[in-house]
């Protein structure tokens, strides 16, 4: 079945910890998005890659970087995790951006900062 | 400024009743969409159904249908004959067009818990 696959599931690391999380696809999709979620919240969306067009959200800290080196793969890196990164990290595709395009989500990856 | 508001924090209902889910918007666009998703206690968001904003019919997808009222400007999710599987944060999240860049813009979530 085409998904969207996110690795680790769970993640621990010690503050100031450089973090990398994955993210791949088989949908073939042209966007793809790192979201942050916290407990009991609406996810937030870090940033998106629209093929390989990258674009930031206003608020997101400079602690947080992507790479996308190909259509398939996203990476999330966390140069220096606080404690206040700890969330459920989601990675989403789309076939495309605007109207009814659906976003496809992977089971996330929840990260513990010690 | 666009906006979604999802005034139910959380809901307790029966098994086997229906549900209605709560979900008003704010948007200048004249093209925009609505979108329903389940996040079950183990994190993976589920498309559950899309509403288009020139759709004229409510949209249906198995036990789910949206309850579009334009003029009101609310996307209610409508949940029919409950079942424990049920149980879940639902979220409301709206796209509108270029103007606000494609982004979804999302509800704060209605806990859901069905009981038997």
Redesign the interface.
């Known amino acids: 079945d085409a998904m969207v696959i996110q690795n680790p599931r769970y993640q621990v690391t010690q503050f100031g910890k450089p973090v990398t999380l994955s993210c791949s696809q088989t949908l073939n999709h042209n966007v793809m998005y790192w979201y942050q979620q916290k407990s009991?919240?609406?996810?937030k969306?870090l940033f998106h890659y629209y093929d390989k067009d990258f674009?930031n959200e206003a608020d997101t800290p400079d602690n947080f970087q992507s790479r996308r080196p190909n259509t398939s793969f996203c990476f999330l890196d966390i140069r220096s995790p606080g404690l206040g990164d700890a969330a459920?990290y989601?990675c989403?595709t789309s076939r495309d951006?605007?109207?009814?395009?659906?976003?496809?989500?992977?089971?996330?990856s929840?990260l513990t900062v010690l | 400024a666009q906006k979604i508001t999802q005034t139910q924090p959380g809901m307790f209902v029966q098994e086997k009743e229906a549900v209605t889910l709560d979900c008003t918007y704010d948007t200048s666009d004249q093209s925009y969409?609505l979108?329903w998703y389940k996040q079950p206690s183990?994190?993976?968001?589920?498309?559950l159904i899309?509403q288009?904003s020139y759709d004229e019919q409510n949209a249906t997808e198995g036990r789910y249908s949206l309850n579009f009222q334009k003029a009101r400007k609310s996307a209610n999710l409508v949940i029919s004959a409950s079942q424990l599987g049920d149980s879940a944060?639902y979220?409301c999240a709206m796209?509108g067009?270029?103007d606000s860049?494609?982004?979804?813009i999302?509800?704060?979530?209605t806990?859901l818990i069905i009981k038997p």
Do not use: C, D, H
Not at chain 1, 40 to 43: F, K
Not at chain 2, 101 to 104: H, K, W
Not at chain 2, 106 to 109: E, K, M, R
């Open positions: 009991s919240q609406a996810p969306l674009n459920m989601l989403a951006r605007g109207g009814a395009n659906v976003l496809t989500f992977g089971a996330g929840r | 969409g979108f183990s994190g993976e968001m589920i498309f899309y288009g944060m979220f796209r067009g270029m860049n494609y982004q979804l999302w509800g704060a979530g806990k």
